[in-house]
């Protein structure tokens, strides 16, 4: 299958402090990209989907001005984490569908917050 | 909201059938029935999907009822590895038309020795 890559796998960062993840189609390029955030003994939730060239768009609830998403090239996405406080410590998994509307995902990047 | 309703756990024993049921009952005429399963602290990884046809690969089997309102998910020799948790989605598929997956809770699946 289509191989997604996130960086970094895990990050521990200071309250305040904002943190950026990278999300990356390494053998296929991605007009669309979606990220979720999972916590412990918990399901995957969507975030936002992420669309290249555009805004993304966010799922209910989620704030668009603490989760910053860019789109900037067919086989990047990031997600950042502004102003990082401890709630928001999770496992954040990206995932990004194929030119056939097939979805692949990354490993999930584990954000520690302290 | 997900759309499918699963068993929360179930236990299989060593290289024996685990058959993974899931109901989707509002299933629209256009939505496939696709299957990923999430082993601990990493991403999902697909393993099959299909539209009203049983479908087999490598890893699984796909049978869906003929009024397509729920199906099961065949792994045919149950190993250790495959303990993980098992989620059930349905949504639209292809270019252009690749719908969200929104996950509901899945089945924890147990492969015991």
């Known amino acids: 299958g289509a191989v997604v890559s996130q960086h970094p796998s895990w990050v521990i960062c200071k309250s305040g402090t904002s943190v950026k993840i990278e999300c990356r189609s390494l053998?296929?390029?991605?007009?669309?990209m979606f990220w979720y955030r999972q916590f412990p003994k918990q399901s995957l939730m969507l975030m936002a989907t992420s669309n290249e060239g555009s805004k993304a768009t966010y799922e209910q609830g989620v704030e668009k001005d603490k989760f910053l998403i860019n789109h900037a090239s067919l086989t990047l996405s990031t997600l950042t984490v502004t102003s990082a406080h401890p709630e928001d410590s999770s496992f954040y998994i990206c995932?990004?569908?194929?030119?056939?509307?097939?979805?692949?995902f990354g490993q999930g990047t584990r954000l520690t917050v302290v | 909201d997900a759309k499918t309703t699963q068993p929360p756990s179930m236990d299989c024993a060593e290289g024996r059938a685990a058959n993974l049921p899931c109901n989707h009952s509002t299933i629209s005429g256009n939505e496939y029935v696709y299957w990923y399963r999430q082993i601990h602290s990493q991403g999902p990884q697909y393993i099959i999907h299909g539209l009203k046809n049983n479908e087999t690969n490598e890893m699984a089997s796909l049978i869906i009822t003929e009024d397509r309102k729920s199906s099961t998910l065949i792994l045919p020799h149950a190993t250790l590895r495959d303990t993980a948790v098992y989620y059930c989605?349905?949504?639209?598929?292809?270019?252009?038309?690749?719908?969200?997956?929104?996950f509901g809770q899945g089945t924890e699946l147990s492969v015991k020795p």
């Open positions: 989605i349905v949504r639209v598929a292809g270019a252009n038309q690749g719908g969200k997956l929104i």
């Open positions: 995932s990004a569908l194929t030119g056939v509307g097939e979805a692949f």
């Open positions: 053998d296929f390029q991605a007009t669309t």
